[in-house]
Every structure is written in structure tokens, then in C-alpha cells.
């Protein structure tokens, strides 16, 4: 089994840009996709990024995605950063049959 | 549009079995492009994948549940259930089934929390 480790917290002012790290224990980061969701309190998660580096529709371009395989790392990268993307952020990704979540990152945006 | 609807007892006692069912409305857990999911978050920690199934029964599960996990489909009734044994108040969580379009968890449920505590 791999984990994902992600910084439990970060912060960032409005209209600033902000990073999530995930972190592959083993195994290549490249080999599965990586998916972030999106969870506001009281809500359910929501998709953000799948497939690496993909937006599904409705989620602005604010939003991307990357992996670093000289890391062994995703990265979700949040431009011009609104008060509403202030929730927490999971990485995900699976190997063969099994699938994990990293421990997820705290965003406040002040 | 795809909803997914949890629902079973909101607190079980420790040593027994937990039960849940999700509903499935405006689509089918039959359709051959979905994986039908569950997945936890224990109070003040992060998501756990606990495992999916396949309409056509073939099953995934988290290797550190797996001795006291079953899921299984009811097409008939279009839904999917989770059963854990032996629980203890580590399963303590709030439990979402979701559907797995392979490229993404697409579609959740709202949630169900369960509590184990005698």
C-alpha cells in the first residue's frame, strides 16, 4: 500500500496564488492519475481536478493541476484566490484495486 | 440527474455489524461505466476510500477493512449496501457512497453519520 501526504494546512490572501502538495510514498506518482476534490463544510466533496491535470465543467480556470515525477508529487495550484475556495482540498489516487486519499490540506483564505 | 441517498442506523453498538444502503435515483447501478462506492472521514480526520462494486458484483476493497467487509448490488432495487462487522468506535465516521466514473468520483451522497458507542 502507498499513502499521499499533503500539509495539513495553508494560507493565503484574496487574488494571491496558493499550491497543495501530494506526495506519493511509492510507486511513481505518474502511473495512476491523481483526482483533488473540494469539500466546504457541511457539503460533500466535489471534483476540482482528475485525470492529472483535467477541470471538469464548471470549474474555473483558476484551478489546475500538475504532477512532478523528481518529486513523486501532485500539485493543485489555485490562481487568484476568492474567499469561497476557502474549504478543505484531498488528493486521490489508486494502485491495481486499492485507492487512497491523502490526509487533505486546510485552505484559509484571509 | 445521478442522486445518491444513504441511509441505516445512526449509531450501532461496539462488536456489531454495520449496515448501510444507498439509493440510487435518476440513473442505474446497472450501467457498465460506474464503479458504486463508499467512503468515510472519522470526526476531525481526512477521507478514507473503503471499497466499490461492479453491477455485476465483482468487488474492490480497502486491504485494512477487508476481513470485516461485504458490498453488494441489488439491481432490482437499484441500489448498493455496505455491511462491516466486529465494528469498534474507530469506525466511528461519517459514511458517503459515491459513484466512480473511473476518471473521477463524480456524484457523492450527502453523508450518514455513523456512531459506535454502547
Known amino acids: 500500500n502507498f499513502m499521499l501526504t499533503q500539509p495539513h494546512s495553508v494560507s493565503e490572501s484574496p487574488g494571491k496564488t496558493v499550491t497543495i502538495s501530494c506526495t506519493r510514498s511509492s510507486g511513481s506518482i505518474a502511473s495512476n492519475y491523481v483526482q483533488w476534490y473540494q469539500r466546504r463544510p457541511g457539503s460533500a466533496p466535489t471534483t476540482v481536478i482528475y485525470?492529472?491535470?483535467?477541470?471538469p465543467s464548471g470549474v474555473p480556470d483558476r484551478f489546475s493541476g500538475s504532477i512532478d515525477s523528481s518529486s513523486n508529487s501532485a500539485s493543485l495550484i489555485i490562481s487568484g484566490l476568492k474567499t469561497e475556495d476557502e474549504a478543505d482540498y484531498y488528493c486521490h489516487s489508486y494502485d491495481n484495486t486499492n485507492q487512497v486519499f491523502g490526509g487533505g490540506t486546510k485552505l484559509t483564505v484571509l | 440527474q445521478v442522486q445518491l441517498q444513504e441511509s441505516g442506523p445512526g449509531l450501532v453498538k461496539p462488536s456489531e455489524t454495520l449496515s448501510l444502503t444507498c439509493a440510487v435515483s435518476g440513473g442505474s447501478v446497472s450501467s457498465g461505466t460506474y464503479y458504486w462506492t463508499w467512503i468515510r472521514q472519522p470526526p476531525g480526520k481526512g477521507l478514507e476510500w473503503i471499497g466499490n462494486?461492479?453491477?455485476?458484483?465483482?468487488?474492490n476493497y480497502n486491504p485494512s477493512l477487508k476481513s470485516r467487509l461485504t458490498i453488494s448490488v441489488d439491481t432490482s432495487k437499484n441500489h448498493f449496501s455496505l455491511k462491516l462487522s466486529s465494528v469498534t468506535a474507530a469506525d466511528t465516521a461519517v459514511y458517503y457512497c459515491a459513484r466512480d466514473a473511473l476518471t473521477m468520483i463524480d456524484r457523492w451522497g450527502q453523508g450518514t453519520l455513523v456512531t459506535v458507542s454502547s
Open positions: 485525470n492529472d491535470n483535467q477541470r
Open positions: 462494486i461492479y453491477y455485476s458484483g465483482s468487488t
